[in-house]
């Protein structure tokens, strides 16, 4: 079976071009980082936020071994996003691997920067959402039901999709956002 974010990736995948311009909301140890900026090419450019100072390094670390110069790093929530054109975007929700399992995403705080992405979709329609979500941990449960709750109630002119395994318990799954195209 694909691991879930090899999924979130293969949808991101048949949705961004070369040249595009996508966003890591939460870089981590920078492996969506890496994948984004293969995705959209020299051309392109992948904007890269994290809280903390580890996972900004450990990013460019990664990006340097593979030799990928399309990175802007911003050591910042993702909350400050504010960016005129985005083809897409990856949230990779939890703590990072290996580091600080105390810091986590916030749902409050994933909540408000989906609230302002969807906000500025009129002006972006190109833009694919993707929410890996981890409701394993309690953090990660109550992001789920506080994104789950509110994207639940957007228009029908929006398009929002779950992807879950449905004989796994509790197991890590995904969000996807987007507008919907006319018909
Ligand atoms: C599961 S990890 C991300 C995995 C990563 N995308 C990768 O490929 O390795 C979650 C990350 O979210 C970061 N984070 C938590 N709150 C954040 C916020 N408000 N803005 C940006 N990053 C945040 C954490 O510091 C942590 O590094």
New binding site residues.
């Given amino acids: 079976m694909q691991k879930i974010?090899e999924i979130a990736h293969q949808l991101l995948k048949e949705h961004l071009k070369a040249g595009g311009i996508a966003v890591?909301?939460?870089?981590?140890?920078?492996?969506?980082?890496v994948f984004l900026a293969n995705l959209v090419g020299p051309k392109g450019t992948v904007h890269a936020?994290?809280?903390?100072s580890i996972?900004i390094e450990r990013t460019k670390r990664l990006a340097a071994e593979l030799g990928l110069t399309n990175i802007e790093y911003h050591w910042?929530?993702?909350?400050n996003i504010a960016l005129p054109k985005i083809d897409g975007v990856?949230f990779?929700?939890?703590?990072?691997?290996a580091?600080d399992k105390t810091?986590?995403?916030?749902p409050d705080?994933?909540l408000r920067?989906v609230q302002k992405l969807l906000n500025h979709m009129d002006q972006n329609p190109n833009l694919l959402i993707v929410v890996v979500l981890y409701p394993g941990h309690e953090k990660g449960k109550k992001e789920s039901l506080v994104l789950e709750s509110f994207l639940s109630q957007l228009d029908s002119g929006y398009l929002v999709t779950k992807i879950v395994p449905l004989n796994q318990h509790n197991a890590p799954y995904i969000l996807t956002i987007e507008r919907k195209r006319p018909k």
């Fill in positions: 974010t890591d909301a939460t870089c981590g140890n920078g492996f969506d980082t936020y994290d809280i903390q996972a910042e929530s993702h909350e990856i990779n929700l939890g703590y990072l691997p580091g810091i986590t995403t916030e705080v994933v920067t």
